[in-house]
């Protein structure tokens, strides 16, 4: 009785009377059961972690001083990462960005931060990674001049405590043979190998960075749970996804220099000025309640689109949406409006700037909120786009559609600067900047993700600890090139 309620098997006569008539997901002629899907992958992620756990039985029993932990394959979907790690000894990752792609390096320094987050904070391994080109894109571009330095560096400054490879030697056979190595085919005489040589010495002098951390003012909430019931079938919108929501407010963050953790949603959220939610279509009302409490406190929350929509057994919270964050927010939600591929929008913000918009877009009466932009186009023009409501000492945000990336710059500028969030050091466009601390003790990471040299401006003068020279007012970064610096006098410790 309680799994037909849970599953809601009322719906199309579903009912089961015995636990023997029950079976995994199988085709159908229409949609499968929703919930009975949810559980499914909570089960399968569950099953595969058991399986996790009976194996570090066993090593524990033969091997108990050596960790233990499993290679994470970037953000992916089947596995609840979250119960994954915290059965772990170390966090580790394979990330494999794609030369080919301009922005391929913020997608792997947003899985950096996420592997970084789930160990809360503690260091994390980059397990795997290519020395150059892959063997099972389409087309296999091979890392510039200095890019498989650079993009090693990025792992380091975002919490890696170390750099291996897939492979040591590159396979003469087999599947795999076209796959860079350390040593590639043609050997030691070779652009490959002498990168990876002058790496592992350039690592060598590194060991003074181990005990640093990274600090972060921003969360991004991540829930596996919510994932796989946001992109089940029968949504307004089929193309919908949890990643393309979570990049849309990674990215301009990351441009802005930024520091980002994630959080799952039963996380401790005190340390964090802004919280934002790019999307949680499922949530618990602990959850929702934990928010309010973060806001009403002083916290300052965006959520996105599509948001609070249904419990832990995917039925919707009735009472208007989104239920569990309406006094919250300060919105009512009268019905969601799904876009056509390609269609675009308009709003237009308080300030006056013009923003287009897709995907998705809401018809949205305020009961407390105030209006930040309103929708310029369709039937529901001069209906609030995004809003903006306190709530306790705290402020709560609503995106109610799909900003383009001009437009999601202008909402998370304007989110920073109310809540008094700061880069950690302003830079030229292409050059990511990240701080590690330990102590007293800081190091501004500089890295170059243009193919062109460029000249960062110093606040004070600064040691660059891996060319050894002291810099005056300008760090010079070659193309694809990376600086670590530390402040040349104790008295400057701020100055990063």
């Known amino acids: 009785e309680a799994l037909n309620r849970a599953w809601g098997t009322a ?9 023997e008539e029950i079976l995994p997901p199988r085709r159908t002629p229409t949609f499968s059961n929703p919930s009975q899907q949810l559980d499914w992958h909570r089960f399968c992620s569950d099953a595969l972690l058991e399986c996790f756990e009976m194996e570090c039985a066993i090593l524990r029993e033969y091997t108990p001083h050596i960790p233990i ?12 990462y979250w119960k994954w790690a915290a059965r772990e000894d170390l966090v580790a990752l394979d990330m494999y960005p794609d030369p080919a792609e301009a922005d391929a390096h913020v997608y792997a320094a947003l899985n950096y931060d996420l592997m970084r987050s789930l160990g ?14 892959v063997n099972w894109r389409p087309y296999n571009f091979v890392k510039q001049p200095g890019q498989m330095r650079l993009w090693s560096h990025q792992a380091i400054a975002r919490g890696s405590q170390g750099v291996m490879f897939f492979q040591w030697r590159q396979s003469c056979a087999g599947a795999e043979k076209f796959h860079s190595a350390m040593v ?8 490959i190998w002498r990168e990876v040589v002058a790496l592992g010495q350039e690592l060598r002098r590194l060991d003074i960075l181990l005990p640093s951390r990274i600090q972060a003012k921003v969360a991004i909430m991540w829930d596996w749970e919510s994932w796989w019931a946001l992109e089940l079938e029968g949504k307004p919108s089929c193309s919908l996804r949890q990643i393309d929501q979570v990049r849309a407010f990674y990215e301009p963050l990351f441009a802005r220099n930024i520091t980002v953790d994630f959080v799952p949603p039963d996380g401790d959220l005190q340390s964090y000025r802004v919280v934002l939610i790019p999307n949680l ?5 602990t959850t929702a309640q934990r928010l309010a409490d973060y806001v009403a406190g002083g916290g300052t929350v965006v959520i996105g689109f599509f948001s609070g929509i249904v419990d832990e057994h995917d039925h919707v919270w009735l009472g208007g949406y989104p239920a569990p964050f309406r006094r919250m927010l300060g919105v009512r939600i009268e019905e969601f409006i799904a876009l056509p591929p390609q269609q675009h929008i308009g709003i237009i913000t308080d300030d006056g700037n013009s923003y287009n918009a897709m995907l998705w877009s809401e018809v ?3 009961e407390g909120a105030i209006a930040l932009a309103q929708y310029t186009t369709g039937f529901y023009a001069g209906y609030p786009a995004v809003t903006q409501n306190r709530f306790g000492q705290g402020i709560a945000y609503y995106l109610s559609t ?6 999601m710059s202008w909402l998370v500028q304007h989110v920073c600067d109310y809540a008094g969030v700061q880069p950690v050091y302003s830079t030229p466009p292409g050059v990511e900047a990240i701080v590690r601390q330990d102590g007293q003790r800081t190091w501004l990471y500089l890295l170059n993700h243009r193919a062109t040299s460029i000249d960062v401006a110093l606040n004070a003068p600064a040691d660059d600890l891996l060319s050894g020279q002291r810099l005056a007012t300008i760090c010079h970064l070659e193309p694809y090139g990376v600086a670590i610096l530390t402040p040349s006098h104790s008295s400057l410790t701020d100055s990063f």
């Open 11 to 19: 719906f199309w006569s579903q009912q089961y009377g015995d636990w």
């Open 364 to 366: 949205l009466e305020l």
């Open 69 to 80: 932990t499993t290679n994470f394959m970037h953000a992916f979907k089947p596995l609840n």
């Open 402 to 407: 799909q900003l383009e990336a001009a437009g």
């Open 184 to 191: 590639p085919h043609v050997g030691t005489n070779s652009r």
């Open 120 to 133: 809360q904070g503690r260091p994390w391994l980059l397990m795997e990674q290519a020395t150059s080109q």
């Open 281 to 285: 279509y499922l949530v618990r009302e």
